[in-house]
């Protein structure tokens, strides 16, 4: 059935994998490979964050960067499982980063507490691909203006109270010709959000991130998927077909 696994993967990482590996088109892509010679920078370790974290932790990425300049607050832990009460205060950075350790020894990851307009640059240059999982307008459009300018693909997702945004941005297609300027939703602070959805979110990122990296079956690119958590309801639009005054706040 397609091509074996590659060698360069060890035993262990063979058997971690083995689930992965029954899937044909992962198989046949050779995307565990692809995955294990991967960089991921995931900007954000919120809501958003916790999720993509752990599940390209535990995938197999080769290689995660965690930025996020933020500290654990008691009012994270409901949505925000990489954290426990213990870690309150503590950069959520460093937390993250040392929890995805745990989740996979095999994975080189290091935390980058402070991504500004000097350190994204180069943060960027070193990555395979970028995840946006951040929580403020000011990081979301430095983000989108940096990757458009360098030609580079990235994964966007935000959530809000109970509904959900994910798309795969790129060259001639970014955040700002969806979403010219930041808008005036209300963060999560001020709306709120109901624990599970940003996980949902967060998961869908993680899978659009697996599907870019591995090179298998068609990620969200020209598309946006939402979700209606209240209903249940998903829905993928083409992108040319939606534009709006700003997208809504992560968590």
């Not at 995660?64 to 950069?91: E, K």
């Not at 980058?112 to 307009?117: G, R």
């Amino acid at each position: 059935m397609g091509t074996p696994p590659t060698p360069s993967l060890t035993r262990t990482e063979l058997r971690r994998a083995s689930r992965a590996l029954l899937v044909p088109e992962w198989q046949e892509a050779g995307a565990q490979a692809r995955l294990k010679a991967a960089r991921v920078l995931v900007v954000g370790a919120g809501g958003l964050g916790n999720p993509v974290i752990a599940a390209l932790a535990g995938a197999g990425v080769g290689a995660l960067t965690v930025a996020d300049s933020d500290t654990v607050a008691l009012s994270n832990l409901h949505r925000q499982p990489l954290f426990t009460a213990a870690d309150v205060g503590r950069p959520k950075a460093e937390v993250a980063a040392a929890r995805a350790q745990a989740i996979n020894p095999f994975v080189q990851v290091r935390a980058a507490p402070h991504l500004t307009a000097d350190t994204i640059g180069p943060l960027l240059a070193e990555a395979t691909l970028l995840i946006d999982a951040t929580d403020n307008f000011e990081t979301r459009y430095l983000i989108a203006d940096t990757c458009t300018a360098a030609g580079r693909e990235w994964v966007w997702g935000a959530a809000s109270g109970t509904s959900g945004l994910v798309s795969v941005f790129g060259p001639g297609l970014g955040l700002r010709d969806v979403f010219p300027e930041p808008g005036d939703a209300a963060s999560c602070d001020e709306a709120g959000v109901l624990g599970p959805v940003p996980g949902v979110v967060g998961q869908m990122m993680a899978l659009e991130a697996l599907k870019v990296l591995g090179g298998v079956g068609e990620a969200l690119r020209g598309r946006l998927w939402t979700l209606d958590a209240l209903t249940g309801h998903t829905r993928t639009l083409k992108l040319g077909s939606v534009r709006a005054p700003g997208p809504p706040a992560a968590t």
